[in-house]
C-alpha cells in the first residue's frame, strides 16, 4: 500500500536536522506535492507539541517567521522557544534569519526515505 500524504509529509520533517529550518512549501515540494504548502501546515497542527518525535517546528512560512495566529492555541509560541533551543534567534514577532538556517537536503536522500529505505 502507498504511502498517504500526510505519512510523506511526516517523513520529510522527520528529516529536518537539528539547528536548520525549512518551509511549509519546501515541504511539500518534497513530499510530492507541490503547492500544498497549507496541506503540510494542517498536517503538523495535528501533532500534538508535547508529544511528538516530527520536529514540526523546524517548519516555518516563506516569510521566514512563525505562523502566528489565534487558532495555534500557543503552540507558535512553543515553537519559539524550540528554535530558541536549537539555536536558531527569533525575534518577538516570530521572524528568524531562513537564509542563514534553510535546510537544503539531498533530493536522492529524500526519494529514499519516501521509498522506505
Keep these: 500500500m502507498a504511502p498517504t500524504a ?21 515541504v511539500a515540494e518534497l513530499a510530492g506535492y507541490f503547492g500544498a504548502a497549507r496541506q503540510v501546515g494542517w498536517v503538523l497542527r495535528r501533532q500534538d507539541p508535547a508529544d511528538t518525535t516530527i520536529p514540526w517546528h523546524r517548519v516555518v512560512n516563506a516569510a521566514g517567521a512563525i505562523s502566528m495566529g489565534i487558532g495555534r492555541t500557543g503552540s507558535d509560541w512553543i515553537q519559539r522557544e524550540l528554535l530558541l533551543e536549537e539555536g536558531i534567534p527569533v525575534d518577538q514577532a516570530g521572524r528568524l534569519p531562513l537564509r542563514t538556517y534553510l535546510w537544503t537536503p539531498d533530493p536522492l536522500q529524500v526519494l529514499q526515505v519516501l521509498a522506505g529505505g
Excluded: D, F, K, S
Excluded at 510523506?8 to 511549509?24: D, E, F, Q
Design 6 to 26: 500526510e505519512q510523506n509529509i511526516l517523513r520529510v520533517t522527520a528529516m529536518i536536522p537539528r539547528g536548520h529550518v525549512t518551509t511549509y512549501g519546501r
